[in-house]
């Protein structure tokens, strides 16, 4: 069309890839059988439709629901979903996207059209919706249309070069709902009974304890995904010791574990499924929001770029990949997994230097510095990895007080609109969109926001509005280079997450973000 391109967008190196092509049928037409049995540590707030609640839910809601594009698991490209093609206007303003035809919803609830999409959208995107994604999305959309029955118009704000990618794909939180239903049937009764379009449906749910999805009937001739297991129970299993107890067993068939347990489970002739690069923990440094002086803290000693430089030079971290990882990570020079930064290498252990640049910035005695310590998931080892940053800041002069705790209580600190005295340990996840992963620590508009220069926010203008690939990769490539130059924090590791799978277990792979894509696990069998 004039004044038009389609876009789509490679997420090469960041998919993980340990799997079948995605939407593609596996060989048998048969019906499915057996039941696959997946333990994890949590399934945050254990509610079933999109907008009230986080994304470690998305496990068991992936199956049930769909969305409008999917991420191909081995080359990172969009696929055709709920929406079989899309477009972009000149300015990046107006998404279009034409929708499949014919798709059910599950128990007679009708088919799925483009009134359910703007009826689900409207919902994710409210003031009263927890989704993360969705919060972001209502300060950038404008309208979202219906102009035809299978066709959506979206109009933002601002120009936005991969609103699919951003939002709309799989491992985000758009799942699509059914509007009648909901409507007819309110909130209350859609959660405890989800109806979509998926190869699955929910037919217990146990607080705190379990999760079971079966097969639709006929599912065999659902249009994305012939699933090779009758049955997905999901159990809540916290303790990790326990999950790799049952995994030996054969009581479950795909859990996460430790890094410490890899080579138990191996020598039990089970199976490693590693999700590369799935997470990325670093010490944040608090008051560093220089463009807002509330959260800004000039007398902090880390105010000074060379006390930044310092607190990275100070660190092993290739010692940390092989003591704490056990080789499941590698040392990295940034604090978020974006592709586009895999090549900017990391800080080099010298404390030597470390301590010089110390002195350089008037503190060769060294200072006092708090380090918060929290879990998250993935995360576990975020409080460990904390007590061995400690040290390496002690051998340079540093006197470092450790102070635990939970995730919840820091991040309302760290979001609170304050300037923060102390340092904390976080994880990073991978991004879709490098524009996203982006501004939600470097721009002073995010709540999140850890470091911001000028020079940030305006490198963020930049790629927001760049449509050209080619140009907007080399602007992401420049705020790499510049981030790390001003260790805008410290920078450890791109950390794999392993999962222990049963002899039941072929294959699986999962896009960034969070562990998904269930319905498409392989039997061996």
Known sequence: MKNQRFVAFSLVGLVLS?????????????????????????????????????????CYLTPIYEFLVYLDPESGKLLPGLATKWEVSADGKTWTFWLRQGVQFHEGWGEFTADDVVYTVKRIVSPESRSGPGGQ????????????????????????????????????????????YIETVGDEKANTHPIGTGPYTLVEHKRGISVKLQAIDNVEKHWRIKPQFKNINFLIVPEEATRVAMLKKGEVDLTPISYDSVAAIKTQGLNIISLPRSWAPAIRLGGL??????????????????????????????????????????????????????DIKPYPYDA?????????????????????????????????????????????GLDVKIVPIDYGTLRSEWTGG??????????????????????????????????????????????M?????????????????????????????????????????????????????????TSMK
């Open 465 to 521: 509005k760049e449509l050209d690939i080619k140009r907007r990769t080399a602007i992401v490539k420049e705020m790499g280079e510049y981030l790390h130059d001003e260790a805008c924090a410290v920078f450890l590791t791109f950390a794999n997450e392993p999962y222990g799978t049963s002899k039941k277990v072929g294959k699986w792979t999962t896009p960034p973000m969070m562990p998904i894509n269930m319905e498409y696990i």
């Open 289 to 342: 929001v220089t463009t807002d002086p509330k959260r800004y803290k000039p007398n902090n000693p880390w105010a000074d770029k060379r006390v930044r430089q310092s607190l990275n030079y100070a660190v092993d971290k290739e010692a940390i990949v092989r003591s704490i990882f056990r080789g499941e990570a590698v040392a990295t020079g940034v604090a978020q997994i974006l592709p586009e930064w895999f």
């Open 137 to 180: 999305l209502r300060g950038w959309l404008d309208t979202i249309e219906a102009p035809e029955r299978y066709k959506i118009v979206f109009r933002l704000k601002i120009p936005l070069a991969d609103l699919p990618t951003t939002f709309l794909v799989n491992n985000m939180q758009f799942a699509m709902v059914c509007k009648k």
């Open 18 to 58: 340990v799997i079948i092509f995605m939407g593609v049928p596996s060989m048998s037409s048969a019906s499915p059988a057996d039941t696959l049995t997946i333990a994890m540590g949590n399934f945050g707030e254990e509610t079933f439709l999109p907008w009230n609640g986080s994304g470690p839910r998305y």
């Open 352 to 396: 030597v230097k470390a301590k010089q640049l110390l002195a350089d910035a008037g503190f060769s005695n060294g200072f006092n510095i708090t380090l918060k310590t929290c879990t998250q998931t993935p995360g576990a080892e975020l409080p460990i990895l904390g007590q061995a940053v400690a040290m390496y800041w002690q051998q340079i």
């Open 418 to 463: 304050k300037a923060l005295d102390y340092a904390w340990t976080l994880r990073g996840l991978p991004f879709n969109s490098p524009a996203t992963g982006i501004s939600i620590e470097h721009t002073s508009k995010a709540g999140n926001a850890s470091f911001v220069t000028e020079k940030t926010e305006s490198m963020i203008n930049e790629i």
